[in-house]
T-cell receptor
Framework: NAGVTQTPKFRVLKTGQSMTLLCAQD?????MYWYRQDPGMGLRLIHY???????AKGEVPDGYNVSRLKKQNFLLGLESAAPSQTSVYFC?????????????FGPGTRLTVT | DAKTTQPPSMDCAEGRAANLPCNHS???????VYWYRQIHSQGPQYIIH???NNETNEMASLIITEDRKSSTLILPHATLRDTAVYYC??????????FGAGTRLTVKP
């Protein structure tokens, strides 16, 4: 049971380049999330998904797009990277049980935009 | 929005209990209190959650005051591996888990 995995672990982009971050979970969770964490700060929700084929905006969605074509995968895309998107990106997933949503996190992707 | 207030940092001696406080004075009746921790630069790890009653699991205990305006996370026998940032979170909606700055706990030998 790998839990939540993220690909890649590290990436350096130049301003204007695009990339896709992949999140995969093998726990059959319905919900998946993308967060970003800037130095010394807590996590902020970018986008989330409550099921296959559905996505929704979180607290800081601008500059990002997401897709959930398969239940186990959640992709985060940066169409035109900017230095302000330099951050650590965490993916998480959760099951739904009686209104309680315990989230399981991946190890993170460190992205630097120069 | 129900917000939380935590001290920025705390120290604890190895083997002693670590008591981490959290104020959430604007919490509403159906909002849970969650605790997560983040060790170094890893992804956050779920610790425990509660609504009204005190809760205990293999990692920690959660004490919630009767008026639900504050709570305390207790690590009964802190080890060096418990050094981490601890987040107290009050869920606003099912998909909105707001992480604040948390409390940086340092366990010292």
């Amino acid at each position: 049971n790998a839990g939540v995995t993220q690909t890649p672990k590290f990436r350096v982009l130049k301003t204007g380049q695009s990339m896709t971050l992949l999140c995969a979970q093998d726990m059959n969770h319905e919900y998946m999330y993308w967060y970003r964490q800037d130095p010394g700060m807590g996590l902020r929700l970018i986008h989330y998904s409550v099921g296959e084929g559905t996505t929704a905006k979180g607290e800081v969605p601008d500059g990002y797009n997401v897709s959930r074509l398969k239940k186990q995968n959640f992709l985060l895309g940066l169409e035109s990277a900017a230095p302000s998107q330099t951050s650590v990106y965490f993916c998480a997933s959760s099951y739904r049980l009686a209104g309680v949503y315990e989230q399981y996190f991946g190890p993170g992707t460190r992205l630097t935009v120069t | 929005d129900a917000k939380t207030t935590q001290p920025p940092s705390m120290d604890c001696a190895e083997g002693r209990a670590a008591n981490l406080p959290c104020n959430h004075s604007t919490i509403s009746g159906n909002e849970y209190v969650y605790w997560y921790r983040q060790i170094h630069s890893q992804g956050p790890q779920y610790i425990i959650h509660g609504l009204k009653n005190n809760e205990t699991n293999e990692m920690a205990s959660l004490i919630i005051t009767e008026d639900r305006k504050s709570s305390t996370l207790i690590l009964p026998h802190a080890t060096l591996r418990d050094t981490a940032v601890y987040y107290c979170i009050v869920r606003v909606t099912k998909n909105d888990m707001r992480f604040g700055a948390g409390t940086r706990l340092t366990v010292k030998p």
